[in-house]
């Protein structure tokens, strides 16, 4: 496990990684300085963790991966998050996409189909600590959260083979939802817009390769 201190050695290689996004295309100054704040380390295995700031994906359990830091900024910079929205964050992993949205105002609920991450993310106690705006649940993201609905933003991390219609219903009108949709390796990243009368716009804003989005929830590892 990480060791969860943040040395200033991190604190140079987080500014750093944030200097080779904003020169990627990242200009979303607020997700820049949240990608600075949150410490990316405490998220990978100790085996891993001096890599935590290189700008790739990392295998996680449960045959899931923590997203590379471009493609965390790019979806927050989607979002365009104002404090207090309410978000539904669709594949929590290990935490760190929903602490990055946290760091930038927000409340994000957010479900894991796969118990062994859903129950080690829920025990994380930086996230606990640092975050209680994050809430944690055990599910079928293609389920969404009705009860809690609607939703300012919705964000799902893995690639959906379409759009899942229970998410769009949940999402207010003029609320955005960001998906990578697509069943080949590579997805189209899509922006969609809710209009006042249920339907949708969706602008494509570049290709991305996830982990696929599965129904169901996961067995017990």
Not at 63 to 83: C, D, E, F, M, R
Not at 137 to 159: E, H, M, N, Q
Not at 171 to 197: F, H, R, S, T
């Amino acid at each position: 496990m990480p060791t969860y201190t943040d040395s200033v050695l991190y604190q140079a290689k987080r500014q750093e990684l944030v200097n080779q996004l904003r020169k990627a295309g990242i200009t979303n100054e607020k997700v820049l300085a949240a990608i600075n704040a949150v410490p990316r380390h405490y998220f990978l295995d100790s085996a891993f963790e001096h890599f935590a700031y290189e700008n790739r994906a990392f295998n996680i359990a449960s045959g899931q991966t923590i997203s590379q830091p471009y493609t965390v900024a790019h979806q927050s910079a989607l979002l365009n998050i104002a404090k207090f929205d309410k978000v539904l964050e669709i594949g929590t992993g290990s935490g760190y996409q929903a602490c990055i949205l946290a760091e930038l105002g927000a409340f994000v609920h957010t479900i894991e189909r796969q118990k062994v991450l859903f129950e080690q993310t829920s025990k994380f106690a930086f996230i606990k600590q640092k975050y209680p705006t994050i809430k944690l649940y055990y599910g079928d993201g293609y389920l969404g959260l009705p009860k809690l609905a609607p939703f300012d933003k919705v964000i799902v991390t893995a690639g959906a083979p379409f759009i899942p219609p229970a998410l769009v219903e949940q999402l207010k009108p003029g609320g955005i939802m960001v998906i990578p949709v697509g069943e080949d390796d590579k997805q189209q990243m899509l922006k969609i817009v809710k209009n006042a009368d249920g339907t949708y716009e969706h602008t494509i804003t570049g290709s991305f390769t996830f982990v696929p989005m599965l129904e169901g929830t996961g067995k017990q590892q």
